[in-house]
């Protein structure tokens, strides 16, 4: 079975502008999860979907956006990007949520604001 | 909410050797989860183990294994046999009943000497 893939792996983008970032999760999960992991905050939760809603979000700007399709891939959105921006973005999928359910991660997009 | 320590930033081992990660979370969730993932300089993070709160025996995957003392909150990992391709990033995480997402540790760094 295919793992998560995320795409594009590598970014550079200036300030002021936006990104989008694929995820395509293992067949047959549901839940898709996005983190930014950066050196100095560490791995911090942004979102979740679920069948396409929303479940969970983190404490992040209004900058930051998700939406998940019927087939259970996810995109992330940053508009207006600071360069604090700057980070590995990961995202995970599992079955169904719970906490007992495994997240699978994707090599991640690095993202650099200049 | 859920908090992990890791208190650990780096360990230094020769080949070979045992290892032992600590990890200790904070909850009063009574149904969570506990994770450790690998985090190799290319960034991905891997799955490596998990222990749930109502487990009765410490999980064990290959060379991995979950000391899980559940009075103390404590989940430490131990390796066994230690590899040079072990050396990477290791990160403990929780995830509580209801909430979609896992919170993570700082992480540790782990150098396997030859």
């Known amino acids: 079975k295919a793992g998560v893939t995320q795409t594009p792996r590598y970014l550079i983008k200036t300030r002021g502008q936006q990104v989008t970032l694929s995820c395509s999760p293992i067949s047959g999960h549901r839940s898709v999860s996005w983190y930014q992991q950066t050196p100095g905050q560490g791995l911090q939760f942004l979102f979740e979907y679920f069948s396409e809603t929303q479940r969970n979000k983190g404490n992040f700007p209004g900058r930051f956006s998700g939406r998940q399709f019927s087939n259970s891939r996810s995109e992330m959105n940053v508009s207006t990007l600071e360069l604090g921006d700057s980070a590995l973005y990961l995202c995970a999928s599992s079955s169904f949520g719970g906490d007992t359910d495994t997240q699978y991660f994707g090599p991640g997009t690095r993202l650099t604001v200049l | 909410a859920q908090k992990i320590t890791q208190t650990q930033p780096g360990m230094f081992v020769q080949e070979k050797e045992a290892v032992t990660l600590d990890c200790t979370y904070d909850?009063?969730?009574?149904?969570?989860?506990l994770f450790w993932y690998k985090q190799p300089s290319s960034g991905e993070m891997i799955f490596l183990i998990y222990q749930g709160s109502y487990d009765q025996q410490n999980a064990t995957e290959g060379r991995y294994s979950l000391n899980f003392q559940k009075a103390r909150k404590s989940a430490n990992l131990v390796i066994s046999a230690s590899q040079l391709g072990d050396s990477a990033m290791y990160f403990c995480?929780?995830?509580?009943?209801?909430?979609?997402?896992?919170?993570f540790g700082q992480g540790t760094r782990l150098t396997i000497n030859p």
């Open positions: 995480a929780i995830r509580t009943q209801g909430a979609q997402k896992l919170v």
């Open positions: 909850t009063s969730d009574p149904s969570y989860g």
